[in-house]
C-alpha cells in the first residue's frame, strides 16, 4: 500500500473517490503538501496557489477523473489562472476561457493543481525548472515543468506538448513516461501554437498504464485503455539515421529494452535504417521553418525586442525555410501511413532512442530532439518509458513507437515493455 495519498496511482485514485473512499479534497491537500516540500528545489510550476486547488478539489464533480491531480503547461490556457506562454511579454495574461482539455478534465472530476513552466513559446529558451534527479541538469524541454512536476510528486499527471520532442526528451530526462497521441487525439484548441502540422498535446504520468487511463477518458476513447497485443510481442529495434548521436546512456537503455522483452517472451528484430528516414528530417525542417514564423508573426513583428533572444535567433533560422520546400514536404507527406508501415514491417512497435543520453548539465539548454522530430512530423504514437539509469544516475528511457491510429496496441506493448523492465531490475 502506498505510504502516502500522493504516491497513489491516478487509477486508483480516481477508483477510490468515486467509491466514496477517498474525498478529493484530502488528494489534493496530500499533493500541496508535497510541492511545498519540493517545489522550491525543482521549480516546476509557474503558477500555484494551495488555497484555489483545494476549493477546486472540494466542488469538483465525480467523473471518472476524479481526484486525481493535473498540472497544465503554461501554453495551454485557463480562466482562473494565469497564462503566460512562457514568456515574460505574456506574465500575468488571463484568457477569458480553459482549453477544451481544461474544460473536460475539470468536468470529468480532475483537480488542476496549478500551471507547469514551458520554455518561451514552447521553443527553446528554457524556463527555471531544475531535473528533480540533479538540480544542476536540465529537465529537459518545453514541457519542463510538466515532466519534473510528475517525476517529483507532485502531481499525478500533467499536460505536455510537443512540435519536436517536447514531451518524450524531457520525459526520458526526468524518468518518467511522456505519452504524445496519435496527431490530433486531444484537442488542440486553447493551445499556444506553432506549427498546424506538428503541434501535439499529450500527457505525463508516472507509469504507462495511467496515461492510457487519462488520454481514454479525456479522448472518449475507452479502448485506449484497453488495448491488448494478440500472441507474444514483436518488436523492432530501430536505430534511425542518426545513430552517432546516441550517448553510451542510450545505447544501453535499448539494449537492456531488448533483453527485457526477450526475458518476457517477446520477440526482438533490428529494422533496417531506409535510405528515405534522414530526408525526412528536411521535411520537418520544411513544415515547422514555414508554420512556426507564420504562427507567431504578432510575435515576431510586435513583440520581437521583448521576447528573448533564444526565441528570436530560433525563428530567425526557421524562417529561411522557403513556400516550394513546404509545398513538396505536404505532398509527400500524403503518404504517411504508407512510410510508417514500411518502418515497422510486421512489428508491433518499434523501440528507439528518446533523448541522446542522460539529461545534460547546465541550465542554459533543454537537450537535443534529433530522435523524436520525425516520430512528430510521421504523427504517430509515441512513448518515452523508463529504462533505466545511465553512468551519471540519471534517467534514461526508450521510446515506444507504433502506428498512426493503433494507439490501443501502442499502449498496451509499451506497459508491457515497461513491465519486462521492472521485472529485469528486480
Known amino acids: 500500500m502506498p505510504s502516502s495519498l500522493a504516491e497513489l496511482s491516478a487509477r486508483e485514485t480516481a477508483a477510490?473517490?468515486?467509491?466514496?473512499?477517498?474525498?478529493?479534497?484530502?488528494?489534493?491537500?496530500?499533493?500541496?503538501?508535497?510541492?511545498?516540500?519540493?517545489?522550491?528545489?525543482?521549480?516546476?510550476?509557474?503558477?500555484?496557489?494551495?488555497?484555489?486547488?483545494?476549493?477546486?478539489?472540494?466542488?469538483?464533480?465525480?467523473?471518472?477523473?476524479?481526484?486525481?491531480?493535473?498540472?497544465v503547461k503554461d501554453v495551454i490556457d485557463t480562466a482562473d489562472m494565469p497564462t503566460g506562454y512562457g514568456s515574460a511579454v505574456y506574465d500575468g495574461y488571463r484568457p477569458a476561457w480553459d482549453a477544451p482539455i481544461v474544460a473536460l478534465t475539470r468536468q470529468l472530476g480532475g483537480v488542476v493543481l496549478g500551471k507547469t513552466v514551458s520554455t518561451e513559446f514552447a521553443m527553446s529558451s528554457p524556463g527555471k525548472t531544475r531535473n528533480p534527479h540533479h538540480p544542476d541538469h536540465t529537465p529537459g524541454g518545453s514541457s519542463s515543468g510538466s515532466c519534473a512536476a510528475v517525476a517529483a510528486g507532485m502531481v499525478q499527471v500533467a499536460f505536455g506538448t510537443q512540435t519536436a520532442g517536447s514531451i518524450l526528451r524531457p520525459a526520458s530526462y526526468c524518468g518518467v513516461v511522456g505519452y504524445k497521441p496519435s496527431f490530433g487525439t486531444l484537442n488542440r484548441a486553447g493551445v499556444k501554437a506553432l506549427s498546424d502540422s506538428l503541434d501535439h498535446l499529450g500527457v505525463i504520468t508516472r507509469d504507462v498504464r495511467d496515461a492510457a487511463f487519462v488520454t481514454a477518458a479525456l479522448a472518449g476513447r475507452p479502448a485506449l485503455a484497453e488495448g491488448t497485443v494478440n500472441g507474444p510481442l514483436r518488436v523492432g529495434l530501430f536505430r534511425t539515421s542518426r545513430w552517432a548521436a546516441a550517448e553510451p546512456a542510450t545505447r544501453a537503455a535499448l539494449d537492456r529494452s531488448a533483453a527485457a522483452i526477450e526475458a518476457a517472451g517477446g520477440s526482438v528484430r533490428e529494422r533496417p535504417v531506409p535510405d528515405m528516414f534522414e530526408q525526412l528530417y528536411a521535411l520537418f525542417d520544411a513544415v515547422m521553418g514555414w508554420e512556426t514564423p507564420h504562427t507567431l508573426a504578432y510575435e515576431r513583428r510586435v513583440l520581437g525586442a521583448r521576447i528573448s533572444p533564444i526565441t528570436l535567433g530560433f525563428l530567425e533560422t526557421l524562417a529561411k525555410a522557403t513556400r516550394d520546400q513546404y509545398d513538396a514536404a505536404l505532398a509527400v507527406l500524403k503518404h504517411r501511413d504508407a512510410i510508417v508501415e514500411e518502418l515497422l514491417d510486421g512489428c508491433d512497435v518499434l523501440i528507439t532512442p528518446a533523448a541522446p543520453g542522460e539529461a545534460p548539465a547546465g541550465l542554459g539548454a533543454t537537450g537535443d530532439p534529433v530522435f523524436n522530430k520525425v516520430w512528430t512530423l510521421l504523427h504517430v504514437p509515441a512513448l518515452s518509458v523508463p529504462a533505466g539509469a545511465g553512468p551519471g544516475g540519471l534517467p534514461v528511457g526508450?521510446?515506444?513507437?507504433?502506428?498512426?491510429?493503433?494507439?490501443?496496441?501502442?499502449?498496451?506493448?509499451?506497459?508491457?515493455?515497461?513491465?519486462?523492465?521492472?521485472?529485469?531490475?528486480?
Request: cysteine-free; glycine content about 8%; overall charge negative.
Open 398 to 426: 526508450v521510446q515506444v513507437v507504433g502506428r498512426i491510429g493503433d494507439d490501443a496496441r501502442t499502449l498496451a506493448a509499451a506497459a508491457s515493455i515497461e513491465d519486462a523492465l521492472k521485472a529485469l531490475r528486480s
Open 16 to 71: 477510490r473517490v468515486t467509491g466514496n473512499a477517498l474525498a478529493a479534497e484530502a488528494v489534493a491537500a496530500a499533493f500541496a503538501e508535497r510541492i511545498a516540500a519540493v517545489e522550491p528545489a525543482v521549480q516546476a510550476f509557474a503558477y500555484f496557489d494551495r488555497d484555489r486547488a483545494l476549493a477546486e478539489a472540494l466542488a469538483s464533480p465525480a467523473g471518472p477523473l476524479a481526484g486525481v491531480t493535473f498540472g
